[in-house]
């Protein structure tokens, strides 16, 4: 199996062989995905790849055709979904709205058949964990986004779940918002040792907040990794192109000799190290922040399209054929640069990442 802790670890949540069609239609077959204790796993890939599925099959909210799910040593594949005392937090919150914060907060552990009076002292801990103590008889209608997301968040932990799973929780948050409660959410989470799967279909929210992320492609878990392995090491072109930006031009490999490579493309000859053989058809890739503006071992001469200018960065695009692009970034603001003008772009052989394209 290759998806999951390092082998001899000991995995809290283990999907084991999943099998789900909808109609007929499979959505994904021999999934296994494995999570340790007190990880913060992200699930990540383009819309449609099997992320929700995948995330109720472990809630148990959707059954799987086949296979297992393990939790602690205990298979809860036939365990309906109110035993598990896992708790989900969805995208659209889906809270009470005319109730109070505190009595959205309470309602889960009455339902746990815990009297009324008791509840107190516990909604207190759990409004001061995500920051909402002045809000606690405020009807849930009366709060931002942000403040109903943490009291979403806030009903989740009250129950102490043996398991945390979100499905985009905070996709309807701005971007300024979106990065608080993700700083929010990963200490609070990491404080507590809870084990969480986070479903995104936005890489920076699962670079930031994930101890590793599972790229998914096609109800298939195409790599398994701690973020910064993603991003140095994308193990397919699509993860390279999912994670991060790229540089990305197409080729076929014209000489193969000791692990080198010397490959042609739209932009002139680059060099990369791999095994492949000579007439082979790749993708060569490299991250954006890796390419100087100058000759290097690799290198390539291209007319400017665009220069962007973001702040902390400048991103400048050379002219692209086909699926083909080259991206270089910068540091810092770069002015004088005039679309057209020829510029020189150079990186070395270690940082070509090849791929062979799938015939
Ligand atoms: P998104 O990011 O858009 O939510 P996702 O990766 O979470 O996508 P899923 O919601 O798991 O994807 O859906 C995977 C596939 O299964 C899709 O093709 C979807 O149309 C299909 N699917 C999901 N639920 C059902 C259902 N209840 N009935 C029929 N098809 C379904």
Redesign the pocket.
Known sequence: RSAGPEPGAHAYLDVVDISKA??G?T?MSGMDFRVARGELVSLL??????????LRIIAGLTSADAGDVVLDGRAITKVPAHKRNISVVFQSYALFPHLTVAENLAFGLRARGMAKAQTGPQVADALALVRMSDFAERPVAALSGGQQQRVAVARALIVDPVLLLLD?PFSALDRKLRETMQVELKSLLRDRGMTAVF?T?DQEEAMGVSDRIAV?NAGRIEQFATPSDLYARPASAFVMDFVGLSSRLSGKVKVSEAGALRIETPYGEVRAKGALAPGAKVVVGVRPELIRREAGENTVRVALADAMILGAKTHLYGASTGDDRLLCELPGIQSGLERGQQVTFGWSVDDTLVYEVER
């Open positions: 909808f109609r239609t959505v890939g383009p819309s449609g790849c099997g992320k929700t599925t995948l985009e479903v279909h998914m």
